[in-house]
């Protein structure tokens, strides 16, 4: 899919330069998939604290069972 962006010449240079990327499109795929896997890291994170845990729950008992 052909697209036509206003990007930031310094900034993908600079991008490009600190990854080791070849071409501009490497460096702003690599990018993309890079912001989409710390979002979805942000989004695991912010489940901590919310799991309810059963306190009576034996993690010793259940290990021994194997």
Do not use: C, S, W
Request: proline residues 2%; charged residues 40%; positive net charge.
């Amino acid at each position: 899919m052909a697209t036509n962006l206003q990007i930031d010449d310094d900034l993908l240079a600079e991008a490009q330069k600190l990854g080791g990327f070849r071409t501009k499109k490497e460096t702003v795929n690599r990018a993309l998939a890079e912001y989409v896997r710390r979002l979805g890291q942000k989004e695991i994170a912010d489940l901590f604290g919310t799991i309810d845990f059963r306190p009576d729950f034996d993690h010793k008992k259940l290990r021994a069972k194997r």
